[in-house]
């Protein structure tokens, strides 16, 4: 059974830091590109940041650039999504989304944990 499990979300001040997890179980994360992708009240969901599956390679929405950082460690099946420096506009639901890199491309997604920046 594939599952994404997301943790670490809540509600902080502006300033503050966050730092959320994603864990992965049912299939061969190795394999795997990882994402985190946002999506606040009547916003479309957005792509946050990426990972490639050995974790050489990143990318950053231009707003969290220098804010936030994703890592994983493969020896434990798990994303993570460090975030400093929150401001209100980083309010959302935050999702993990795994995507297969070779062919037929599987992609699963998390259930979301909440983010809330306010004072």
């Known amino acids: 059974q594939v599952q994404l499990v997301e943790s670490g979300g809540g509600l902080v001040q502006p300033g503050e830091s966050l730092r959320l997890s994603c864990v992965a179980s049912?299939?061969?994360?190795?394999?795997?590109?990882m994402r985190w992708y946002r999506q606040a009240p009547g916003k479309e969901r957005e792509l946050v940041a990426g990972?490639?599956?050995?974790?050489?390679?990143?990318n950053y929405l231009d707003s969290v650039k220098g804010r936030f950082t994703i890592s994983r460690d493969n020896t434990k099946n798990t994303v993570y999504l460090q975030m400093d420096s929150l401001n209100s506009e980083d309010t959302a639901v935050y999702f993990c989304?795994?995507?297969?890199?070779?062919?037929?491309?599987?992609?699963?997604w998390g259930q979301g944990t909440q983010v809330t920046v306010s004072s």
């Open positions: 989304n795994a995507r297969e890199i070779w062919l037929p491309h599987n992609e699963y």
């Open positions: 049912g299939f061969t994360f190795s394999r795997y590109a």
């Open positions: 990972i490639t599956s050995r974790g050489g390679s990143t």
